[in-house]
């Protein structure tokens, strides 16, 4: 089948890049499911800063590439052979097509699954298939198995989570990407318990999400770190008690309001310059959990001695320490019960034709979560 899909062509063109035009919208042949896949309908696509990475190429990935990674759609066509989905299921798309049986999978730590890392970093799917075919005969890569800024996209089956079908696809492709990672970060690598003093430094759709869990699991102080002032807006309407400036100045603000260092501390930005204030903003017995993905090249230093001294724990959080098709349905729940209005991040939506100028507003701050809706 044929299908419209925005293919990044080259990493590095300057911004804006409404002007610069690194993505194309082209018209890909999409071949049909194999073995163990799905051929899904996207419904709703949203734009991440993991995407903006490999836009501007401080996450190196093989192109060119059909992007998306945070989707939501509808089964229209299974793969040979047995298969758990039926056509006209509804489903959310995570970005590790977990195997189920390497040994990161079978300890519970699908995050990690080995086969499917393997698979991202070479842009194809769990099956070491590509699906897409361009005019020029390229095979144009997956992102992140998923490949989401498209009408139609071919996933792994192990890639996708069934949904209630009255959920709308723009809040459910959130569930995929900003849900998980930040949502899991507090409750799961952070592990947030009811008393706690936390702070968020980046406030973007993941940060946000982690600021909404770490209020669900019942934290006393809830310190938000940004350095733009519509976001710390934002957080405090979703219940940070404090917002905080980024900057030079953040890390005594923090201590000051936490009463010394917080108990949790979780960094969204990807940035180890905010890495290292983040950790120097928790407490002694405090744990720091990262979620951003700065350049491979970055080098982050610490004070050695306050890992033993002050029992300091350091953690890095992909996906969020989830497992999909444990935590995404968990998570709905949470949302339905208004403990997580994952909603109140949304800022707009856009066309397919749109993403270059949305990237632009994703990159300056301007916008929290935009969705490409089909």
């Not at 499917?116 to 194809?124: E, K, S």
């Not at 390229?138 to 792994?156: C, D, I, K, M, T």
């Not at 592990?191 to 006393?220: H, I, N, Q, T, Y």
Request: proline share 6%; net charge negative; charged share 20%.
């Amino acid at each position: 089948m044929t299908v419209r899909a925005a293919v990044l062509l080259e990493t590095g063109r300057p911004a804006p890049y409404a002007e610069s035009r690194p993505i194309e919208v082209q018209d890909l042949v999409l071949d049909p499911p194999g073995p163990g896949e799905l051929l899904i309908r996207v419904g709703a696509t949203g734009l991440c800063h993991s995407d903006l990475s490999v836009l501007n190429g401080s996450r190196p990935r093989p192109l060119p590439m059909v992007l998306g990674h945070e989707a939501a759609g509808e089964v229209v066509e299974l793969g040979p052979g047995p298969s758990e989905f039926n056509v006209g299921d509804h489903v959310v798309m995570s970005f590790v097509p977990a195997c189920g049986s390497c040994r990161k999978c079978v300890a519970g730590r699908q995050a990690l699954c080995e086969p499917g890392a393997a698979a991202n970093r070479a842009g194809t799917l769990l099956s070491g298939g590509k699906r897409w075919l361009a005019p020029d005969g390229q095979r144009p890569n997956h992102h992140l198995g998923v490949s989401g800024f498209a009408e139609y996209a071919v996933v792994s089956a192990t890639s996708a989570t069934k949904v209630d079908a009255d959920l709308p696809h723009e809040i459910a492709a959130l569930f995929g990407c900003a849900v998980l990672t930040g949502a899991g970060a507090a409750f799961y690598s952070a592990r947030v318990e009811p008393g706690d003093r936390v702070a968020v430094f980046g406030l973007g759709g993941v940060g946000l999400a982690a600021l909404l869990a770490v209020k669900a699991a019942g934290a006393s102080t809830v310190v938000a770190v940004d350095v733009v002032a519509h976001k710390r807006e934002l957080a405090r309407k979703l219940g940070a008690t404090h917002e905080v400036a980024g900057g030079p100045d953040a890390v005594e603000a923090v201590r000051d309001l936490t009463g010394g260092g917080a108990d949790k501390v979780i960094d969204t930005t990807g940035s180890e310059h905010v890495l290292a204030q983040a950790y120097a903003a928790t407490g002694t017995g405090g744990t720091t959990v990262t979620v951003g993905l700065p350049h491979p090249d970055r080098q982050l230093t610490l004070p050695a001695l306050s890992l033993v001294a002050e029992e300091r724990t350091l953690k890095g959080s992909y996906l969020g320490s989830c497992v999909p098709r444990r935590d995404i349905p968990r998570f709905i729940s949470l949302y339905r019960s208004g403990q997580l209005p994952v909603g109140e991040l949304l800022s707009g939506t856009l066309t397919l034709d749109e993403l270059n100028t949305g990237f632009d507003r994703l990159a300056s701050g301007d916008a929290i979560r935009q969705v490409v809706v089909f």
